[in-house]
């Protein structure tokens, strides 16, 4: 591993040390920018070589790991770059985030340089623009302005480039520009008017990506996903008792992976209505040991692995046997650990609504408020606390997947009026949930999972509506409204559908993606032959 004393090139050795202290610099309004209660910094984070979306989240945690109190305090989405200066490279994964630091921007500034040659970056003899695993940037600090021999403040890349922008905006929205004094917002509005104008590709896409060791990167934008279910319980509502054993969980995971599974979703205790809870140590034994399996006898499985748990114990455990991802039922809500857990894990997780416990769900299903607010706007408030929560505990906004939780806490009614009206969860209609300083919502741009396969709100559907008490389909017999259902949410939004019949889903999944495809190639080739 290359160290900033030996590696770092004699141009930046001139710099000051690293003594976190107030730096001389030409920088203006001439006040102590470095309080203890920290400076408000904005960074842009680049990379296009190796492992970009590794680069960019180590290069974050040596930022806090530098200084006991530096912390990152907000992530942008992840997005998807054309190379602007120098063609003939990779495209670059680029990000942005907030932090607090006491640390001056010079000495900022040599961190920063630090932590990119520690990751494999050269600072000297190559062309500019070239490729580079890391790239961190300066946007800005507080609302100083800085002119250095060395450094500018804000960066002057900022006003004109989508690529700092997007993510900048993420963040940043309100943010007032020192140089121009309109917000980021307003000047990226700007720039994709001009864009328009100029009628010219942006090249830089929003991407949701779900990545892990040993395993393919998945892109949730280029397709809807699958998320296969074994239950390692012997009661869940639907496939209790069949992956009790070792064998039999490890070969129903096989089996999915081979019918088309993109994730496979490992529980070891039920959340079915009613159920009661097992032990920690219960719901370890159960569903450590076949992910340990998958990936140590199984070549590895190759497919993604997520752990189905409100629990930090269950979750630090099974992402130390090879899991990749953590669904979270209670949204972090059932143990206080949970959030924390997950950032440190640095892994991404499925942050589910849901009210109560599964004991008590049933009976919070009333979702009225003044003015007439239904299920949908109370899933969208309630969901955006937890969101608020989960990046203030440090989760990275690109490992934050949304759902909406069908069959949480939500009757017939309910359940049905979400999903038709799933689209608009992520539209600023509700205004409870919008942030208060930036009046966006926060939950637009997040990725959805959704679970309806054989939910009990769909065999309620199809019972017969004159007698007093309907008989309801066996979970197994609910495929057919499942298929339904789930098309109904594709169409709505959703990125990833978390379901028990694999190869019937999978076929689902290509069919309403594929008509989609096409739709879209038409649409765009109408577009273009009117012009």
């Known amino acids: 591993m290359l160290t900033?004393?030996?590696?770092?090139?004699?141009?930046?050795?001139?710099?000051?040390?690293?003594?976190?202290?107030?730096?001389?610099?030409?920088?203006?309004?001439r006040r102590d920018t470095h309080s203890r209660a920290g400076n408000i910094v904005y960074l842009a984070l680049g990379s296009n070589l190796g492992d970009s979306l590794h680069n960019i989240t180590s290069a974050l945690h040596a930022i806090e790991k530098a200084h006991p109190n530096t912390r990152v305090l907000d992530s942008s989405f992840l997005y998807r770059t054309k190379p602007m200066y120098l063609d003939h490279q990779p495209d670059f994964l680029n990000a942005a985030c907030k932090i607090s630091t006491p640390l001056a921007p010079q000495d900022l500034l040599k961190l920063v340089k630090q932590i990119e040659v520690e990751h494999g970056r050269q600072l000297e003899n190559v062309p500019r623009n070239s490729p580079r695993p890391i790239d961190i940037d300066i946007l800005l600090y507080n609302s100083d302005v800085v002119r250095d021999h060395n450094l500018t403040i804000p960066h002057v890349g900022i006003v004109e480039r989508q690529f700092v922008l997007e993510p900048l905006n993420d963040v940043a929205r309100h943010v007032i520009h020192p140089d121009t004094g309109k917000s980021i917002e307003t000047l990226l509005s700007e720039?994709?008017?001009?864009?328009?104008?100029?009628?010219?590709?942006?090249?830089?896409?929003?991407?949701?990506?779900?990545?892990?060791?040993?395993?393919?990167?998945?892109?949730?934008?280029?397709?809807?996903?699958?998320?296969?279910?074994?239950?390692?319980?012997?009661?869940?509502?639907?496939?209790?008792?069949e992956s009790l054993r070792l064998e039999d969980a490890v070969r129903h995971c096989m089996e999915h992976v081979s019918e088309g599974a993109d994730i496979v979703d490992i529980g070891g205790m039920?959340?079915?209505?009613?159920?009661?809870?097992?032990?920690?140590?219960?719901?370890i034994r159960r569903t450590v040991p076949v992910i340990r399996a998958l990936r140590e006898t199984h070549g590895g499985m190759g497919s993604h692995i997520s752990i189905d748990t409100f629990r930090a114990a269950t979750a630090r455990a099974a992402v130390a046997a090879g899991a990749t991802m953590v669904n979270d039922v209670s949204g972090g809500d059932a143990d206080g650990e949970m959030l924390a857990t997950v950032a440190r894990l640095g892994v991404p997780y499925v942050l589910m609504h849901m009210r109560g416990t599964p004991r008590t769900m049933g009976s919070l299903t009333s979702y009225d408020r003044a003015g007439g607010a239904d299920e949908v706007d109370g899933v969208r408030e309630e969901l955006a606390a937890k969101v608020q929560k989960a990046l203030h505990a440090g989760i990275r906004r690109w490992n934050l997947i949304l759902d909406p939780g069908f069959g949480f806490a939500k009757d017939l009614a309910g359940n049905c009026r979400l999903l038709h009206n799933l689209a608009s969860l992520q539209t600023p209609a509700a205004p409870a949930s919008l942030d208060e300083n930036t009046r966006h919502n926060l939950l637009a741009g997040f990725p959805l999972l959704v679970g309806l396969s054989r939910k009990s709100f769909l065999a309620q559907l199809l019972a017969h509506p004159h007698t007093s008490a309907p008989l309801l389909p066996a979970p197994d017999q609910r495929l057919v409204p499942t298929i339904v259902a789930s098309t109904l949410a594709i169409r709505n939004g959703a990125h990833i559908l978390r379901a028990h019949d694999t190869k019937v889903m999978k076929q689902v999944l290509k069919t309403v993606d594929g008509i989609h495809a096409f739709s879209s190639s038409s649409s765009s080739s109408s577009s273009s032959s009117s012009r």
């Open 4 to 29: 900033y004393s030996s590696a770092l090139p004699s141009a930046w050795r001139s710099f000051p040390q690293l003594r976190f202290k107030r730096c001389q610099l030409n920088c203006w309004p």
């Open 191 to 241: 720039l994709m008017i001009r864009k328009t104008a100029d009628d010219t590709s942006s090249g830089v896409q929003r991407i949701h990506a779900i990545s892990g060791r040993g395993c393919k990167t998945l892109d949730l934008t280029s397709r809807t996903h699958l998320m296969s279910i074994v239950n390692c319980t012997p009661d869940s509502f639907s496939d209790g008792g």
């Open 270 to 283: 039920s959340t079915r209505p009613g159920a009661t809870d097992v032990s920690v140590e219960e719901e």
